[in-house]
C-alpha cells in the first residue's frame, strides 16, 4: 500500500510529536504492509504554518531516523489543506506543498459544508491548475446523504479519498463501503496521527477489499493511482 495522507511528520500538527514517535509510526506502517508514505500536515490558512523549507527538513530528518534505525519505508510531502478564504493565495504564494510537487493536493472540508460549496472549491482549485483530492469524503454528510454528489466531482476532474479505518469499523463504515461499492473512491489512506491511537493500520482494510471488490480496482486505490502522482503521470 502507498499512503497519500499520514501525519508522520514530527512537530506540526497533532500528528507525530517527536522523531521517536515518527519511527515508530513507520513501523507499524511496515508491519502493515505500507511501502511509501506522503507526509501531509494540516494547513490552515487563518493559522500560522511552518514554512515549506521547515517541512522539508523535518523530512529529511525522518528520513535519516528511518534509515538508521533500518526501518524500510519511502517518504514523500505534501499538505491536507483545510479549504478556506486564503488558499488560493498560499498556493500560488507557494505556501503550500502538494503531493511531491505534482499537481495533486489533499484538501479537507468541514463535515457539515454543503455540497455547492465544495464543487465551487474543487472548481477554483482546478482552474488553478490543480487536481484535489478530497480527503476523508465519507466524513462529510453531504456525500453520505448523495454518493452521487461523489462522482459529479470526479467527472470534473477531483479525486477521492476514505480513510481505512473506516472501510472497517465506526459509524461511517456504511456510507464508506457504499462508496466503495459504486466505485467511488480513488485513494485509500490511514489518516495516521500517531503510534498509540490513530495508528497507520492497513492490513483489515486491504484484506477485506480484496475478498469483496474486483482486484483490479482494489489495485488502483491502494496502490496504482498514488504511484502514478509520484511518478508525476
Same mark, same amino acid.
Given at each position: 500500500?502507498?499512503?497519500?495522507?499520514?501525519?508522520?511528520?514530527?512537530?506540526?500538527?497533532?500528528?507525530?510529536?517527536?522523531?521517536?514517535?515518527?519511527?515508530?509510526?513507520?513501523?507499524?506502517?511496515?508491519?502493515?504492509?505500507?511501502?511509501?508514505?506522503?507526509?501531509?500536515?494540516?494547513?490552515?490558512?487563518?493559522?500560522?504554518?511552518?514554512?515549506?523549507?521547515?517541512?522539508?527538513?523535518?523530512?529529511?530528518?525522518?528520513?535519516?531516523?528511518?534509515?538508521?534505525?533500518?526501518?524500510?519505508?519511502?517518504?514523500?510531502?505534501?499538505?491536507?489543506?483545510?479549504?478556506?478564504?486564503?488558499?488560493?493565495?498560499?498556493?500560488?504564494?507557494?505556501?503550500?506543498?502538494?503531493?511531491?510537487?505534482?499537481?495533486?493536493?489533499?484538501?479537507?472540508?468541514?463535515?457539515?459544508?454543503?455540497?455547492?460549496?465544495?464543487?465551487?472549491?474543487?472548481?477554483?482549485?482546478?482552474?488553478?491548475?490543480?487536481?484535489?483530492?478530497?480527503?476523508?469524503?465519507?466524513?462529510?454528510?453531504?456525500?453520505?446523504?448523495?454518493?452521487?454528489?461523489?462522482?459529479?466531482?470526479?467527472?470534473? !476532474? &477531483?479525486?477521492?479519498?476514505?480513510?481505512?479505518?473506516?472501510?472497517?469499523?465506526?459509524? +461511517?463504515? *456504511?456510507?464508506? %463501503? #457504499?462508496?466503495?461499492?459504486?466505485?467511488?473512491?480513488?485513494?485509500?489512506?490511514?489518516?495516521?496521527? !500517531? &503510534?498509540?491511537?490513530?495508528?497507520?493500520?492497513?492490513?483489515?482494510?486491504?484484506?477485506? +477489499?480484496? *475478498?469483496?471488490? %474486483? #482486484?483490479?480496482?482494489?489495485?488502483?486505490?491502494?496502490?496504482?493511482?498514488?504511484?502514478?502522482?509520484?511518478?508525476?503521470?
Amino acid at each position: 500500500m502507498i499512503d497519500i495522507h499520514n501525519h508522520i511528520l514530527y512537530g506540526t500538527d497533532d500528528g507525530a510529536a517527536d522523531l521517536k514517535e515518527a519511527a515508530a509510526m513507520a513501523r507499524i506502517a511496515c508491519q502493515e504492509g505500507i511501502t511509501a508514505i506522503v507526509a501531509t500536515p494540516h494547513f490552515r490558512a487563518d493559522r500560522g504554518n511552518a514554512s515549506p523549507e521547515t517541512l522539508r527538513a523535518r523530512l529529511e530528518d525522518v528520513r535519516r531516523e528511518l534509515k538508521d534505525n533500518g526501518i524500510p519505508l519511502t517518504l514523500y510531502l505534501g499538505h491536507e489543506i483545510y479549504y478556506s478564504d486564503g488558499v488560493e493565495e498560499a498556493l500560488e504564494q507557494q505556501r503550500i506543498c502538494s503531493i511531491h510537487g505534482s499537481s495533486f493536493i489533499l484538501v479537507e472540508f468541514s463535515p457539515d459544508q454543503e455540497y455547492t460549496y465544495i464543487r465551487n472549491a474543487a472548481d477554483h482549485l482546478m482552474g488553478l491548475g490543480y487536481t484535489p483530492i478530497v480527503a476523508h469524503a465519507e466524513r462529510c454528510r453531504c456525500f453520505v446523504r448523495r454518493p452521487d454528489y461523489l462522482s459529479e466531482l470526479r467527472n470534473m !476532474g &477531483s479525486r477521492i479519498q476514505v480513510n481505512a479505518a473506516s472501510v472497517i469499523s465506526g459509524p +461511517l463504515r *456504511r456510507a464508506t %463501503r #457504499r462508496f466503495l461499492d459504486q466505485e467511488l473512491v480513488d485513494f485509500i489512506a490511514t489518516d495516521a496521527h !500517531g &503510534s498509540t491511537v490513530r495508528k497507520p493500520e492497513s492490513k483489515r482494510c486491504c484484506a477485506y +477489499l480484496y *475478498r469483496k471488490y %474486483r #482486484r483490479s480496482y482494489i489495485d488502483d486505490i491502494v496502490v496504482n493511482n498514488a504511484a502514478s502522482i509520484l511518478r508525476k503521470q
